[in-house]
């Protein structure tokens, strides 16, 4: 029997963290969620999610810091890296890339579309799926 | 190929635009890291449009070019000159050179030409 995926969300804003796991639900998706990036860095190894969406403002620290920490830590590697954020100046996004991030996706207008394209294109909702 | 325009004034067309080049780019198959790019790419032409507040947008042309030597993405556009304040320039130009594989940009006549390609 195929496992579902998991997403672990290292998000701040219980709120946000609410309406993520509400939309991920539609696509029996599991989320984990960690408040800051410490506690995301151990649920990342502890459970080797599927994927990883991060928040950039994040306390203690930043999401770009988490970034580079998962990309060097032999046990994150390969666990696919989606900033999901308010930075959205072309400098923070190549930021991001820089830090290792696979994709990057600011909270606009569009992110909840932007999000799940970026699921299909990972493999982990089906290709027919709608927003 | 495929080719289209994204009409830019405000925030929103910035928004829609980055939203419409991830699409094509996940038709493409192509690395997911491409739209960071393509949309940093966006985001920088609309530093130097949005905050000149026109009464009318200026259309940034998109070309896929999917095979061949120089599969990416061809952006361009044509900026009024009075909206490129010389700090801004120096600013998206630098935000530009970072996330692009070539970068032209000339002045001529009250317009500032920018074409921009992305390689993939």
Redesign the interface.
Known sequence: MDSRPTVLLIEDSPTQAKEFAAHMSRFDIDVLVATDGPQGLRLAKEMTPSLIVLDVNLPSMNGFQVCRRLKRDEATVAI?VIMLTSA????D??A??EAG????I?K???AV??LL??L???GLIPQDSSS | MFSTVIPVQG??DI??G??LL??HI?EQ?WP??T???A???L??LG?LIVPACLDFSVPIHVEFAPDGAHRGIHVSCEVPEYCATDARMVQVQE?LR??TDHLLVDVEGGTVYITAYLHV
């Not at chain 1, 991030?101 to 990057?104: F, G, I, K, L, M």
């Open positions: 696919p959205d100046r072309s400098d996004m190549m991001g890339l991030a696979d994709d990057y600011p606009d207008d569009f579309d932007s394209t970026a299909r294109t990972m | 925030t929103f928004a829609k980055r939203n991830r699409s996940a198959h997911t890291t739209n960071v790019r949309a940093a790419l985001t920088a530093d935000a970072q996330v």
